[in-house]
């Protein structure tokens, strides 16, 4: 528990604006805050509030979320959606998470931007590309991601890495009007090995760096600079209608 109370003091600290604001935090669950991580690994699962809040108690009481437990949409006006996910931590992938999922989807057809957070990568950049949460995401969210139109970009974790895929659609690159996802959640934690984007169709970019990914949205164009713990710009790139 004092490991918790460590990082909202830190956040508390160093997660300021420069007019004195408190940036909020929108988390999406992942496995360390599940007891054994995913519910795969549970044989007593049931698909329970209850359930829920007793094998990830800290996440639930910390975090409010509107919406579902694990999962739920924040709108901002009539140019955002951020559509949080549970990669199979305290909710499966297929199911009444993915009906849900397109129903969302559907009702924000003529938002400006529309964002999906989940943990663990549909494109990892360290694991193995038939990892089962990464191959239930593939299998169950992509084809939505797909046809909704208005879904530039999707983030992702676990890794412990840097990465940047190509513009995807229908798993295959698609340049013109792909979604691009970005990850894959290394900030204070130790990095891990990445595959080698000469030699992995879906990388275009991956580091074993720590780093924070700061987006920016100016009218229809999403501006990335992601920042390294030194200060540093590693990567920078813009995303437009047609994915420049």
Partial sequence: LHRWDEWFEANAEGLVSEDGRLVPIVAAIGNHEV??????????????????????????????????????????????????LDSEHTNRIPGRQTAWLHQALEKRAGQRHVIPVYHVPAFPSHRGYDDTASRLARE??????????????AFEHHDHTYKRTPPIRGLEVSRDDGIVYVGDGAWGV????????????????????RHAIIMTIHGDTLDFEVVSEDGDIIDRFSLGEDNE
């Fill in 35 to 84: 007891r054994r991580g995913f519910v795969g690994r549970h044989p007593d699962f049931e698909d329970s509030d209850a359930w829920r809040m007793a094998n990830a108690t800290y996440f639930y009481q910390l975090f409010a979320f509107p919406g579902h437990p694990g999962y739920g949409t924040l709108d901002f006006g009539d140019y955002l959606s951020l559509i949080i």
């Fill in 190 to 209: 130790a990095t891990r090995p990445v595959h080698d984007p000469e030699t992995t169709w879906y990388l275009d970019r991956a580091e074993s760096v």
């Fill in 140 to 153: 169950h969210w992509l084809p939505l991601f797909d046809i909704q139109g208005n879904i530039r970009v």
